[in-house]
């Protein structure tokens, strides 16, 4: 079946822009953001999606090429570095290529959910592409996709072979009145059954609410360390902090966990949670906890409750520069209270996805406050991003995640 256009032709300018040298640097060493106050010169005015050839200050040649993007303070979003090329079905289809090429290895293993385009680091900057078994999931951040979204969304469900593809828009598409009539969580191709996806990852059965969940419905980045915390868990006792839908505690149920706690402040995710855990038939047994982070842990020290595996993996804790103190306050809070609970030769599993605060502040906030409790630790492993979550700019790097064995 040949998929109908969605949205109306849209055409585009050309607009020819010259930068600052301080951004000409950047643009130079690949950065993909170009921010409103670094351009010097422009043409002609431009609308969401056009365009935009960066031109050497001195030698007026072409840099690099962008999506120009009004709305934003980022004004020209960059999907083409050094050499000038037509952008059109060929090359998104060889963006499209590279990228699923990356993430070959993965789909070699017992795992059919994957992020296939990851914004900025598959050169498509605030365009998602996931895949759930064979329903593909399309997040959408910016206006400057929609006159490229025909040629896109066909290449893409060429590519993943999915029998559905789905359209989520970020909260400000959401709220704009220019999305040319595509509303979040529309059906762009073929047939929806249940808004509810059941995918595999490494084996273990999972399921995401593609409609209505968080950002595509599930979390794929944390795929590895689910698996590790998984193979781990072996007749253990584990405590998973900010579990959403269950991630982590369904692999460590999977793995042979004897009694799994998942605890989250929203009692929907948990929910979800305890019925992920059903699809895979576990043995061990799953309690859920409704109650906000801090305030759970704290309870359960008073209780004197012990695991031999503490995972805590809370939500960004800093979505804008002036709340990075406060993120590192809290993740040194979190570090404190999960030490508290792990038992004698047990492991606490720590994860920031706050790009803000980088891989080394944060370990090291964490590493200070494990020792704070009085609690020695070895540090058995530093995980980044899963291969289907490449970086290719410093912004990009956002998951990391320490596993430490406390004595
Ligand atoms: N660990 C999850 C992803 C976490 S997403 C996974 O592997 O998939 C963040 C979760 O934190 C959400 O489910 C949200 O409900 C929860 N949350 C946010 N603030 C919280 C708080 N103060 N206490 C407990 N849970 C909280």
């Not at 083409?80 to 952008?87: T, W």
């Not at 793995?255 to 043995?283: C, F, Q, T, Y």
Request: net charge positive.
């Amino acid at each position: 079946m040949h998929i109908m256009n969605i949205v109306p032709e849209i055409k585009t300018n050309r607009i020819a822009i010259k930068l600052r040298p301080i951004a000409e640097k950047m643009v130079k060493r690949g950065h993909p953001w170009i921010f409103e106050d670094s351009i010097v010169k422009q043409n002609i005015e431009g609308n969401a999606g056009d365009l935009a050839i960066i031109y050497d200050h001195k030698k007026n040649n072409i840099m690099a090429i962008g999506l120009y993007d009004p709305q934003s303070p980022i004004r020209v979003k960059l999907i083409q570095f050094r050499k000038a090329v037509q952008i059109n079905e060929d090359w998104f289809l060889n963006k499209v290529n590279e990228a699923y090429i990356l993430r070959s290895p993965l789909l070699e293993t017992d795992t059919n959910s994957y992020r296939l385009i990851f914004g900025e680091n598959d050169h498509m900057p605030g365009f998602i592409a996931d895949v759930y078994d064979t329903v593909l999931v399309i997040k959408l951040y910016s206006h400057i996709w929609f006159p490229y979204l025909n040629t896109i969304v066909r290449i893409l469900q060429k590519q993943t072979a999915c029998k559905t593809v789905v359209l989520r828009l970020s909260r400000s598409l959401q709220s704009s009145n220019d999305t040319y009539n595509l509303y979040d969580g529309q059906v762009l191709y073929g047939e929806l059954e249940s808004e509810v996806i059941v995918f595999r990852e490494h084996g273990v059965l999972f399921s995401a609410n593609v409609i209505k969940g968080h950002k595509t419905g599930y979390f794929l980045d944390h795929r590895h360390n689910r698996k590790q915390v998984g193979m781990l868990s072996k007749e253990k006792k584990v405590l998973d902090v900010f579990s959403y839908a269950g991630g982590f505690s369904v692999h460590a149920l999977a793995g042979g966990a004897k009694e799994v706690v998942s605890l989250d402040i929203s009692k929907h995710a948990l929910e979800m949670a305890k019925d992920n855990a059903r699809l895979n038939v576990p043995k061990g047994k799953h309690t859920v906890l409704v109650a906000d982070a801090f305030e759970g842990m704290q309870q359960l020290i008073k209780e004197k409750k012990r695991f031999d595996i503490v995972v805590i993996d809370p939500p960004s804790f800093a979505k804008r520069e002036s709340e990075i103190i406060r993120a590192k306050n809290s993740y040194a809070r979190l570090a404190k209270l999960g030490a508290q609970l792990v038992a004698s030769n047990g492991i606490l599993v720590l994860a920031s996805c706050s790009s803000r605060v980088i891989a080394e502040d944060f370990f090291e906030i964490s590493e200070e406050h494990i020792s704070i409790t009085g609690r020695s630790f070895e540090i058995i492993e530093k995980t980044y991003h899963d291969i289907d979550h490449p970086i290719n700019f410093p912004e990009g790097a956002y998951l990391k995640c320490g596993y430490y064995r406390l004595n």
